[in-house]
């Protein structure tokens, strides 16, 4: 299902995009998940395993293929793909993992499907200092973490680009939910800067493409504290890239900060919710779009909310002076 929404006249595609699958292409694509989910050693940070997902994820139903490789040529205005009725159980599901740094380390049918869906839009990546360098990630609440700014708290996590920080940021983030929460609506927000753009006034816009921000790095990343100063917003002004923390980007002097107020303004003004049933994908264009989550009430009794995450690059080479060894981790 592709539905049209108006947007201003910057030349991108202006389709806002989400595809619900056949029950014959559910069939098919369990089909591929399940065989795949049995290729020996059946471990996704495997490189041989990853190999074979990445060969055969030319194989997902066609209407798939197409939206995704659309979708990674031009994410549109909304700058997300939402696909739905991917083939889970959530009857077969283990109880929720209510620990820090959770991962999926085997190749379980959800596991397979988040890497299919990867591959087909390009490199699979982790970060090594990050849930251990996992390809396949949690997103958990956890008690320890319930009031802190990172995927296993509940209180509201800010709009953020993915790993701001990192000259090798995800160009996507890919968010599989496994099981929804309690209240079945805690939504993942996002919010497009091509349609908070024109809120911006020029002067505004013109500060947020100068250097004069920081953006802190996690000191699980070994940094001993901020980026060089970055623009915001960057590339051609009618159609930028952003590339924002909101709880980790400041700026360096008061025109600065003001200019990040008006920005998060204006993205708030134009966020959506999204919330994710099983069996839903969501795809982020993280040059496009920043992402959060409203807060909600874990129970930590196994059946809380569970996503499964995956970074996706569009070009791997670009990113091989951070890759030892040419793996798939980033350092
Ligand atoms: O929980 C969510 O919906 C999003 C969390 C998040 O920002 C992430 O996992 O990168
Ligand atoms: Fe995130």
């Known amino acids: 299902m592709t539905s049209t929404t108006a947007s201003a006249n910057a030349g991108y595609s202006k389709e806002t995009s989400t595809l619900e699958l056949t029950g014959e292409e559910r069939t098919t694509l369990e089909a591929l998940a399940q065989r795949l989910a049995r290729v020996e050693p059946a471990l996704v940070d495997d490189q041989g395993w990853r190999t074979r997902v990445r060969r055969e994820s030319c194989r997902v139903p066609s209407r798939l293929s197409s939206a995704l490789r659309d979708f990674g040529h031009d994410a549109g205005t909304d700058g997300t793909l939402t696909i739905s ?4 159980s959530a009857g077969e599901l283990p ?13 379980t049918v959800p596991a397979t499907l988040a890497m299919l869906l990867g591959s087909e839009l390009g490199a699979v990546v982790a970060y090594r200092e990050e849930k251990q360098g996992a390809l396949v990630q949690n997103v958990v609440p956890v008690p320890a973490l319930a009031e802190s700014q990172s995927n296993g708290g509940s209180v509201r996590l800010e709009f953020h680009t993915e790993n701001a920080f990192h000259p090798h940021r995800p160009d996507f983030v890919g968010l599989l939910c496994l099981r929804p929460a309690h209240e079945d609506q805690v939504g993942t927000q996002v919010a497009s800067v091509r349609r908070a753009l024109p809120l911006i006034d020029e002067q505004t816009r013109a500060v947020l493409h100068e250097p004069r921000f920081l953006t802190e790095a996690p000191p699980s990343f070994g940094s001993n504290g901020l980026s060089d100063p ?8 009618e159609d930028p890239d952003i590339c924002v923390d909101f709880h980790a980007t400041s700026g360096l002097d008061e025109g600065a900060e003001k200019a990040l107020v008006q920005l998060r303004e204006a993205l708030w003004a134009v966020r959506s919710d999204v919330v994710l049933r099983p069996g839903d994908m ?5 040059r496009l779009v920043v992402h959060g989550r409203v807060a909600f009430s874990p129970r930590y009794d196994g059946n809380d909310r569970w996503l499964h995450r995956v970074f996706v690059h569009l070009d791997h080479r670009r990113s091989r002076g951070y890759r030892p060894g040419n793996g798939a981790v980033l350092l």
């Open 282 to 286: 969501i795809f982020v264009d993280n």
């Open 95 to 107: 109880p929720t993992p209510a620990v820090r740094d959770s991962v999926e380390r085997a190749a």
């Open 85 to 88: 009725n991917l083939p889970l």
């Open 230 to 237: 970055k623009p915001v917003l960057d590339g051609a002004p």
